[in-house]
């Protein structure tokens, strides 16, 4: 796991919640920047996700409870987004925005217990 980018994706999750948020609190919908933002986010979390897949693979040593526990933090990581954009996108208004900006500060969340994991479980 690139430590490196788990710190860009916790940022750019945060960064992007609070941009969800202060559109929420001038009563904006999701825009299409919002959901570019989304991807981008998405695509961030895929990168890393298969970097750690394969340094799982590549360097055994952790507890199989430790790998299990890495890779259903990864796999929520990968849906905590498109479960909150269908959220979102199913409700056209500011509480749009809203669910979008929780989505995003639970990705952070996400990032930061993962990459403490790793960290913990590290041979």
Same mark, same amino acid.
């Given at each position: 796991?690139? *430590?490196?980018?788990? /710190?860009?994706?916790?940022?750019?999750?945060?960064? /992007?919640? %609070? /941009?969800?948020? &202060?559109?929420?609190?001038?009563?904006?919908?999701?825009t299409?920047?919002?959901?570019?933002?989304? *991807?981008?986010?998405?695509?961030?979390?895929?990168?890393q996700? &298969?970097?750690?897949?394969?340094?799982?693979?590549?360097?055994?040593?952790?507890?199989?409870?430790? *790998?299990?526990?890495?890779?259903?933090?990864?796999?929520?990581? %990968?849906?905590?987004?498109?479960?909150?954009?269908?959220?979102? !996108?199913?409700?056209?208004?500011?509480?749009?925005?809203?669910?979008?900006?929780?989505?995003?500060?639970? !990705?952070?969340?996400? *990032?930061?217990?993962?990459?403490? &994991? /790793?960290? &913990?479980?590290?041979v």
């Open positions: 796991m690139i *430590v490196l980018l788990a /710190w860009v994706l916790g940022v750019a999750g945060l960064a /992007w919640a %609070l /941009w969800c948020a &202060v559109s929420a609190a001038v009563d904006q919908a999701p299409y920047p919002h959901r570019l933002g989304l *991807v981008v986010l998405e695509v961030l979390a895929l990168v996700a &298969v970097i750690a897949v394969v340094l799982l693979v590549v360097s055994p040593g952790r507890a199989a409870g430790a *790998v299990a526990e890495i890779v259903g933090y990864l796999i929520a990581l %990968l849906v905590v987004l498109p479960i909150g954009a269908a959220l979102a !996108y199913g409700e056209r208004n500011r509480y749009g925005s809203v669910v979008l900006a929780i989505a995003g500060v639970t !990705y952070a969340v996400l *990032v930061l217990r993962t990459t403490q &994991v /790793w960290d &913990v479980t590290g």
